[in-house]
């Protein structure tokens, strides 16, 4: 936004940056004792601390998405002693501890710090703004190699980059054929795909101006083009598909401009599919393996190991119950949000979670406002991320879950402020003596 902020428009700067730098540079910091130590994660400690001191915690009412919360958080806890007890390293179980326990906490501390419409369109605006940054360094690692554009400590975690300089983001699982994912800032491909699925909707909304439109959406769908991950494909696909119907929908034109402007559509897919093709034609057949019924059933090599998985658990009713103590947790689920949540916490904690969700977004999408711009942003962008959750969550690694739970507590603000609106409209009345009968 441009010109003197309104004080409506003011947002709590430790609330602002914790969310800039989460989305901007989440793995920014190093590592002690395999935990890592981003300036992210340091940030939401003091932010969430901050809310407990200053942020009139107490004069919130209690709903079912924290009595869930509160249970959840109580379960896992449990459930992670057990396992540590029981042999599992500490650093592994911090790694779920905190995306089910601690990053949930962004769903209640949203709402102490938006209190206005305006503040929640400029977190849309600086959003826009941060994933402009986000594309275009994806840009420069396609274009001369990721290892010549990182920076220590900043783009990348100092400790990860000391591991291996020349190479330590082929450790992070995303070797393509012979070439690699593009990662942005976030170290894998996969989870930066899930990010921008999650906020492109959000941080469009709030451009206005055609030009600007179309240039974000071809940076976006080059970048996700690059993430290499086929679950993120398909979200790319969900979000085309709603936005071109929705488009159609709408418009008042004649079949010859609709036409016209098909054409345009084909002629930048027919670009976006030459620049993916000339700088990682490896993408371009993951893209194509998405047609392949064979490789699609297959789940990126998931499938036999949830086969197996379920055999054994099937002969393990405690297991079943409350998860497998002392599992590798790292396997075909790591990365696939209700299976692996199955996984650690078997039903029990399967069902606190899905109560926990339900209620969560339910709250957040179901008071949104159906004509506004924003709110229907909000909407396709939490479903979208939970429609590929199936498959591609990677709920697990920072920042990932935080992002999430802010987003919908924000879309729970929004919602909540428009109601709050209608409330206070003076109710209109009809003269009776004048209707005519």
């Known amino acids: 936004?441009?010109?003197?902020?309104?004080?409506?428009?003011?947002?709590?700067?430790?609330?602002?940056?914790?969310?800039?730098?989460?989305?901007?540079?989440?793995?920014?910091?190093?590592?002690?004792?395999?935990?890592?130590?981003?300036?992210?994660?340091?940030?939401?400690?003091?932010?969430?601390?901050?809310?407990?001191?200053?942020?009139?915690?107490?004069?919130?009412?209690?709903?079912?998405?924290?009595?869930?919360?509160?249970?959840?958080?109580?379960?896992?806890?449990?459930?992670?002693?057990?396992?540590?007890?029981?042999?599992?390293?500490?650093?592994?179980?911090?790694?779920?501890?905190?995306?089910?326990?601690?990053?949930?906490?962004?769903?209640?501390?949203?709402?102490?710090?938006?209190?206005?419409?305006?503040?929640?369109?400029?977190?849309?605006?600086?959003?826009?703004?941060?994933?402009?940054?986000?594309?275009?360094?994806?840009?420069?690692?396609?274009?001369?190699?990721?290892?010549s554009v990182d920076i220590p400590g900043i783009t990348v975690n100092y400790s990860d980059y000391q591991s291996n300089p020349s190479g330590w983001w082929l450790d992070k699982n995303n070797a393509v054929g012979d070439a690699s994912k593009m990662i942005s800032t976030y170290q894998n491909g996969n989870l930066f795909g899930v990010t921008i699925i999650l906020l492109f909707p959000i941080a469009l909304s709030s451009e206005k101006k055609m030009l600007g439109k179309m240039f974000f959406w071809v940076l976006f769908v080059l970048s996700v083009l690059l993430s290499g991950s086929r679950t993120v494909y398909l979200g790319l696909i969900l979000l085309v598909v709603y936005y071109a119907v929705r488009g159609i929908a709408q418009m008042r034109v004649r079949i010859g401009t609709i036409v016209a402007i098909g054409v345009a559509g084909i002629a930048v897919a027919a670009g976006v599919v030459f620049v993916v093709t000339r700088f990682a034609p490896d993408m371009f057949d993951r893209v194509m393996s998405l047609f392949d019924l064979e490789t699609m059933l297959q789940g990126a090599g998931r499938t036999d190991g949830a086969i197996r998985y379920f055999q054994w658990l099937a002969r393990q009713p405690v297991a079943f119950l409350f998860g497998a103590v002392g599992m590798d947790y790292s396997g075909f689920a790591y990365e696939m949000t209700y299976v692996c949540v199955f996984l650690l916490g078997g039903l029990v904690g399967f069902m606190l979670f899905m109560g926990f969700l339900l209620s969560a977004v339910g709250r957040a999408v179901g008071r949104l406002p159906k004509r506004n711009a924003l709110a229907r942003a909000f909407f396709i962008a939490i479903v979208v991320y939970w429609v590929i959750a199936f498959v591609e969550g990677g709920y697990w690694l920072p920042p990932v879950a935080w992002n999430v739970w802010a987003i919908v507590g924000i879309a729970r603000c929004y919602g909540k402020l428009f109601i709050k609106e209608d409330a206070k409209k003076p109710i209109v009345q009809k003269d009776r003596s004048t209707q005519i009968i």
């Open 1 to 147: 936004m441009t010109g003197k902020l309104q004080t409506g428009e003011r947002i709590d700067a430790l609330f602002l940056w914790t969310f800039v730098i989460n989305v901007l540079i989440p793995k920014a910091g190093f590592k002690l004792g395999g935990i890592p130590i981003t300036f992210g994660n340091v940030m939401i400690f003091c932010l969430i601390l901050y809310s407990l001191i200053v942020g009139h915690v107490r004069d919130r009412k209690i709903g079912s998405p924290f009595v869930l919360y509160f249970f959840g958080v109580c379960f896992w806890c449990l459930r992670f002693a057990v396992s540590f007890e029981s042999g599992s390293p500490l650093s592994e179980l911090i790694g779920y501890l905190v995306p089910l326990c601690v990053y949930p906490a962004a769903f209640f501390i949203a709402p102490l710090f938006l209190r206005t419409k305006p503040q929640i369109e400029r977190i849309s605006r600086i959003l826009y703004w941060c994933l402009l940054v986000l594309f275009c360094y994806t840009m420069l690692q396609a274009l001369f190699g990721i290892g």
